[in-house]
């Protein structure tokens, strides 16, 4: 049947079947391109987001400092060990004279089921430069959980020398 039709004739149907086939691919192409816009618009409203949620790097270091380190418990002795060692290095490093620290006891945790608490007490003489020294430091301390008890008194004679009572807690398993 097309060898019977014309020249003119075959150019026609080549024409027609390529007007069909860009027709169909036109059809096919806006419906891609109209989903490939869309696609390109919910990312960039995803990464808005994404941008107003997380803060610049400066400001998520001013975070970090804000919020203290914390290491999960570990067991009696370890735990004992590593935050009675940590508590000393932070007297010292305040200027306080480290004296032995008195464990108080365990204490089963209300706040954390299945975690007890170990109470560290500190007893001694410092001068008032020194205990606010410690305590500006106590939460760069990863294993505290909680001063428990705080006191200072006052010297007469001396007032800047004071007694400082401070009992410290931290989870053990």
């Known amino acids: ?4 039709l014309n020249q003119r004739d075959k150019r ?7 007007c069909i086939i860009a027709i169909i691919v036109l059809a096919f192409g806006m419906k891609w391109f109209d989903h490939w816009h869309q ?23 001013k975070l970090r400092t804000i919020v203290p380190v914390f290491e ?6 370890d ?6 060692d940590r508590l000393n290095e932070q007297l010292k490093k305040a200027g306080i004279k480290s004296k032995p620290l008195e464990v108080l006891g365990i204490v089963k945790s209300v706040d954390a089921p299945g975690y007890k608490l170990l109470r560290l007490r500190y007893s001694g003489r410092a001068s008032f430069s020194q205990v606010l020294d410690l305590l500006a430091g106590l939460k760069e301390n990863p294993y505290l959980v909680g001063i428990e008890e705080f ?12 007694d400082l009572n401070l009992t410290v807690s931290t989870f053990i398993k």
Do not use: N
């Open 151 to 162: 006191s200072i008194k006052c010297d007469p004679k001396k007032k800047q020398e004071v």
């Open 72 to 77: 999960m418990p570990k067991k009696l002795e």
């Open 79 to 84: 735990q004992k060990f590593l935050f009675r």
């Open 12 to 18: 026609a149907l080549k024409l027609g079947g390529i």
């Open 1 to 4: 049947m097309i060898d019977k």
């Open 39 to 61: 696609v390109r618009k919910s990312l960039v409203q995803a990464c808005d987001k994404l941008d107003f949620v997380s803060p610049p790097e400066t400001k998520q270091e």
